[in-house]
Structures are given as C-alpha cells and as structure tokens.
C-alpha cells in the first residue's frame, strides 16, 4: 500500500529530543512491506527551531519519505502564532498533495487541526482509507489558557476546531488511541466508530532491549554528572513548558534543600522549553547543589541518568489534560518507581501496580514530601522496581505498533475512506 502519514509535531531521524511516535508508525508500516510518506513540518515542534528552509525532503530508506512542509515559527504551544502554523501546513500539504501519487491509506495525527479536515477531503478524493491516530485532547487544552469562569466561553470559540475533530473522526476507516480515555472519548465523539475498526497503541514506547544495552553502557560516563555515594536521583526528562510542573519542582527543591534529613536527594532535570531560562536562572540565583540542569541529551546519555537514577518524575499541571505520559514508558523501561500529578487512567495503573505515588499539581510543599517519602525507603523502591521490569515487555515498541499492520484493509479497492 501507500501510505501518508500527516504529523507535524513529531521528532524526525537525526534529533535527540521529540516524540518518535510518527517515525515508529512509519518504520512499522515500512517493515510490513508499505511504502510510506511522512508529511513532516520544516520546524521543529521539540526544539523550535527550522529544519530548512522552504520544503525538504528526506529519504529515509527505499520505502519511507520525509517530506518537510513549510510552516510559520511559533515559540508557545498554546498560541495564536500555533495556531497559523497549522493553518499554513494544513494549506502547503493540500496543494502538494495534488502532485503526489495517490495514497491507498492516510492515517492523521489528531490533534492537527485543519489538517483533519484536509485529510479527510484527501481521502474522499482519492478513496484512501482514513485512519485517525488520537494522541491528545485538542481543543480541550486551549481551553485552560482562559480564566476558569470564561471557560464556557472559550468552548464556544473553539467550536469550529471540535466539529473539525469530529469530522475527521466521523469518516474514519480506523481510530487508534494512546490510551482507553481517549479511544472512549473518540467513540462518545463520533458513535459510529464503535463499529469500526479500532486499537489502543500507548505512548511512544521503547525497543527494550536497545534502550537497556544503552542503560548498560558505561562509554559516556564521562560526559554525566558523577553520582557521589548514598545520593539518591530523582529525573525529570521531557518539555520545560507552562503545561508541566516545572515551576512546583523549583519549588519543591527548594524546600527539600533546607530539609537536613533529605541532603542525598538530588534532581537531575533534561529537555528544554519555554522555561527553561527560568529554570536555570533559579538554580544558580538559589546556589541549589540538590537541583541540576543537564541540557539536552541525546538516548545514550540520557539512558545512562536512567541507570543512575532511583526515581523518575511525571510532572504535569494541574490544568494539563494529558492521561498517560510517554515518559513513562521510559521510567518502566528503566524500572524507574514514579512519582507523579495525574489523575484518572494513568493515577489507576499507578496504584493498582504499586509502583509510585502521586504528589498534589501545583504545590510544592507536596512533591517535596513525595520524594523524601519514597527517597527515604529503599525497600518500597525495591518492589517497585521488580514489579517494574515484570510488565515493561508489554510496552515494547514491536509489540505495541504492529497492531497498526491489523487495522489496514486487506483489498484497497473496496474501500472509498467513508
């Protein structure tokens, strides 16, 4: 088959940092014989920076194809600057798309908006298939930008963005989801999807065995930071932005440094974002020895903190609207007990497990107490840890994206994407 992958958010081959989801798909799709093109965009969601300049092209091997869409710069996730960058790649991929062969399959990040509603025109005008890939709650998060008494209103504005979520949904062959909250909302969404094919593929996963030779690997050592004896880790990895908890661990370290009895606590912090300035201003204006920044890391490095690290951070606002974190599935990889701020799905399988605690979003004073509570009981980590590596198989990346091979027909030409 042909297959179109649309996502403009995700990491491309050569970049240490970003969500891999989209590259996965198209390995997999690749691997069961597809040929694949994936509609990228030349600016870097991850980093905020271009990748080029005007459109590019990738050719990642004989049967996957990068193209890399020309979009607006933005520097906020949530913004109107965001928002005219979808609008322009939504308009640049409809008028390429005219000159490009016709795709059997066309599978659609959502959220994109506008772009599902191109998809979907897509599919109708080349009877392709539509599979609709629902990754996070747009136009939901808009929403906590406003005040929460003029919320009501702010559903009303974004109206247009959740009929186009719908529409895509609506005249989808397939839904794949990264958790049951999301494919139980598709379904609420768009009711005759219960009826079509579905499947729920978590989070960006990790190829297990690759991401714990790298965990092993001890080459890079030189380039971390040495743990000293008795220090007990806490990792924070992911995006340094107004969405994430960031501004509650400063505080929260902070507090445990004035704690004489959590001096072995130390927090290792990696990404960048919008916050990272403040955070980096903070640690050096506090002289904080128990707070540190270590850029941007590749998985090697990164994988080595792992190793080193006792705990892993899942730090998210209290107005986030993300279920399960793709962090996470680093911290099972890594056997890493978890301290995080949500509630729902991802707090259930947290207890239900055993395998970390969940701190208040928002208060410092909280977060500090979680980590001293399980810094201080190395036993309880222990458990954690083994129970841990008894489940991290199930997030493997082969076991959880071959399921997309499933949900694509079996004969192309008896089906028109309705």
């Known amino acids: 088959m042909n297959i179109w992958i649309i996502d403009p958010h995700d990491a491309i081959p050569g970049e240490p940092w970003g969500y891999k989801r989209g590259m996965i798909l198209a390995k997999t799709l690749a691997s069961g014989g597809n040929k694949v093109t994936y509609w990228a965009s030349n600016f870097s ?3 905020k920076q271009f990748r080029c300049q005007g459109w590019g092209e990738m050719h990642i091997s004989p049967d996957i194809r990068i193209l890399l869409v020309p979009i607006t710069s933005y520097t906020r996730h949530i913004s109107f600057a965001r928002m005219k960058s979808l609008l322009v790649y939504a308009y640049k991929l409809w008028k390429r798309a005219q000159a490009e062969s016709r795709p059997d399959c066309i599978i659609i990040t ?7 509603y191109i998809a979907v025109k897509l599919s109708k005008e080349y009877g392709a298939v ?3 890939d629902f990754r996070d709650l747009w136009p939901e998060i808009f929403a906590t930008v406003f005040p929460k008494g003029l919320r009501w209103l702010a559903r009303i504005l974004l109206t247009p963005l959740y009929w186009l979520r719908r529409y895509a949904f609506q005249n989808s062959y397939a839904v794949v989801a990264v958790c049951r909250t999301y494919l139980d909302l598709a379904f609420n969404i768009a009711p005759n999807l219960k009826y079509k094919k579905s499947a729920i593929i978590y989070g960006t996963g990790v190829q297990l065995n690759e991401f714990r030779a ?3 690997c001890n080459q890079h050592d030189p380039d971390i930071l040495p743990k000293n004896g008795g220090e007990i880790w806490a990792i924070y990895a992911g995006t340094l932005g107004n969405n994430y908890d960031v501004i509650t661990l400063m505080g929260a370290a902070k507090i445990i440094a004035k704690n004489q009895k959590a001096q072995h606590i130390k927090i290792i912090v990696a990404g960048d974002g919008p916050l990272r300035p403040r955070l980096t201003k903070f640690i050096e204006q506090g002289s904080l020895k128990n707070l540190v920044y270590v850029g941007v890391l590749d998985m090697p490095h990164l994988c080595r903190y792992y ?25 099972y990889a890594a056997g890493l007990p978890i301290i995080h701020s949500l509630k729902g799905e991802f707090a259930d ?3 239900n497990k055993g395998i970390g605690i969940q701190y208040e979003a928002g ?15 190395s036993e309880r980590r222990i458990a954690m840890r083994h129970r841990l590596h008894e489940f991290a198989p199930l997030f493997d990346i082969k076991r959880q994206y071959t399921k997309i091979l499933e949900l694509l027909p079996q004969n192309v030409e008896q089906h028109d994407g309705n």
């Open 45 to 47: 969601h991850a980093t």
């Open 110 to 116: 959502i959220p994109t908006p506008f772009s599902d």
């Open 130 to 132: 539509l599979i609709t």
């Open 214 to 216: 790298m965990m092993s």
């Open 307 to 331: 190793a080193k690290s006792d705990i892993g951070l899942c730090l998210y606002s209290l107005d986030s609207t993300v279920v399960i974190p793709a962090k996470a599935f680093d911290y």
């Open 349 to 351: 399988y947290i207890r």
């Open 363 to 377: 208060n410092p004073k909280s977060l500090a107490a979680a980590l001293i509570e399980l810094a201080s009981d």
